[in-house]
């Protein structure tokens, strides 16, 4: 009786972690708030932007990182997403900075 009931437990706990699993959604939603608190970002350079990047889902667990080298951008765990990469997402405002100047 108490190992069916660890169990359930177990098992109801596990599919709390990965029902609370940021989506890649709300990975790209972070990642827009933090690039644009200096230069609105532009439809054409969030599709560059999102074609540098890789989402990973492990199940109680998602990352967001770079196509080359794999560097972690963000994480995310229980429906919250931390940024880990602040040099990354640097690079990207320079790269708005500069075209917002070439405009």
């Not at 919250?80 to 790269?95: A, G, H, N, P, R």
Request: glycine share 4%.
């Amino acid at each position: 009786m108490l190992s069916r009931f660890i169990t359930v437990v177990l098992i109801a706990g596990l599919g709390y972690l990965v029902y609370t699993t940021p989506k890649i959604e709300d990975h790209k939603a972070f990642l827009l708030t933090e690039l644009q608190q200096t230069y609105p970002v532009s439809e054409e350079m969030q599709a560059q932007i999102w074609k540098e990047v890789d989402y990973s889902n492990f199940f109680v667990c998602s990352f967001m990182k770079t196509s080359v080298g794999s560097t972690m951008i963000t994480s995310g765990f229980l429906k919250k997403v931390k940024l880990i990469d602040t040099e990354w997402v640097d690079k990207i405002k320079t790269k708005l900075h500069r075209q917002a100047e070439t405009y």
